[in-house]
């Protein structure tokens, strides 16, 4: 089982400590990092610096928001950071959610799927060396009635792999039809098919397996004695994902939790966030919302729960050591876990 670690938003630990955390990641024999972006940092220039400073691990954004570049400049910096890098590169997409889209980059978050499956299309186009030519119901190119032509990318053609991070069934479907990897978050070993049944279908449909989707599976996890210091650290970041990942009316980490079997707590906690009672949001996030979508405790308490995600089928798992937590040496953390790892593999 590979490893991967997320970056989060470095800006609030520094460029410095962010490259000594990840060269020490690719020490240990981490396969992959990923960038972060959301409504801070952006996703391209940190694997840009890091491109530089390391040598053998896997460089992946985690990930480029659709809304917020045309589909043939997304493609354009994916080719560049692939050269750059020497062949490293992992091109990580999604549809971020509407608070983001509409409130920062003030485009309208509609058929957020179709637009997915079109920006994949063109970028596949540029890829292949192709010129880039496109008619469909959000994307046109050239533009219609203009002076603009049909435009091949100034790049040698390149086999880029493309990650998706899908949450919603038919999303799910598309990766499941059409990527090459997905980026699963709110993903718990214990309720596996709440996501993998829907890439399932996916792959399926299309002709294709299981096998021709690596699964990357977020998983936050903290090695510790104290365990349930740990657990209850971590109730208020679900009860964000709850009440803040999304509107009230979209939320697609709500939505996966309920599809594991904790509708009536997703509601609730998300019905607390939003009125501004976050305090209490945070206590009713009952402790299998942080135990079962995570690592936390013993190193024991940690393998086994790392030998459940082996178990389901996970290819890889993102290692989420929180950053913000000045208690923490994440890069002591990542070498308890990676020698965890070690003996679950």
Not at 196 to 206: M, P, Q, T, V
Not at 258 to 270: E, H, N, S
Not at 293 to 305: D, H
């Amino acid at each position: 089982m590979k490893t991967s670690i997320g970056l989060g938003a470095y800006g609030r630990t520094g460029i410095g400590d962010l490259v000594e955390y990840v060269k020490a990641a690719e020490r240990l024999g981490v396969d992959a990092v990923w960038s972060a972006e959301a409504w801070g940092v952006d996703a391209v220039t940190s694997l840009a610096y890091l491109a530089g400073q390391t040598k053998t691990i896997r460089l992946g954004t985690g990930i480029m928001q659709i809304s917020a570049r045309a589909p043939s400049m997304t493609a354009m910096t994916a080719l560049t950071l692939n050269e750059m890098s020497g062949g490293r590169f992992i091109l990580g997409l999604g549809v971020s959610g509407p608070q983001v889209v509409e409130g920062l980059h003030g485009v309208a978050y509609k058929a957020p799927l179709t637009r997915l499956r079109e920006t994949v299309e063109i970028i596949r186009m540029a890829f292949r060396g192709d010129k880039i030519s496109f008619k469909g119901k959000y994307h046109e190119l050239p533009r219609p009635q203009g002076e603009g032509k049909a435009i091949r990318l100034g790049h040698l053609p390149a086999e880029i792999p493309i990650f998706l991070a899908t949450l919603a069934p038919k999303a799910l479907e598309f990766t499941g039809a059409a990527a090459d990897g997905w980026l699963g978050t709110s993903f718990s070993p214990n309720y596996p098919d709440a996501h993998l049944s829907y890439i399932r279908k996916g792959a399926e449909a299309a002709g294709r397996s299981m096998d021709d989707v690596e699964l990357h599976v977020t998983c936050q996890v903290l090695v510790g004695e104290d365990a349930e210091g740990i657990i209850d650290a971590r109730r208020e970041s679900v009860a964000f994902q709850m009440g803040a990942m999304g509107s009230a009316q979209t939320n697609f980490y709500n939505d996966a939790f309920k599809r594991a079997g904790f509708t009536d707590d997703a509601l609730a906690i998300q019905k607390l966030w939003i009125d501004g009672r976050r305090d209490e949001a945070a206590r009713r996030v009952p402790d299998e919302m942080v135990t079962q979508f995570g690592a936390f405790g013993t190193p024991e308490m940690v393998k086994e729960r790392l030998m459940a995600y082996k178990a389901c089928g996970v290819d890889s798992i993102s290692l989420r050591i929180d950053p913000d937590d000045a208690e923490v040496d994440r890069i002591d953390q990542l070498e308890k876990v990676m020698d965890i790892v070690k003996a679950v593999a």
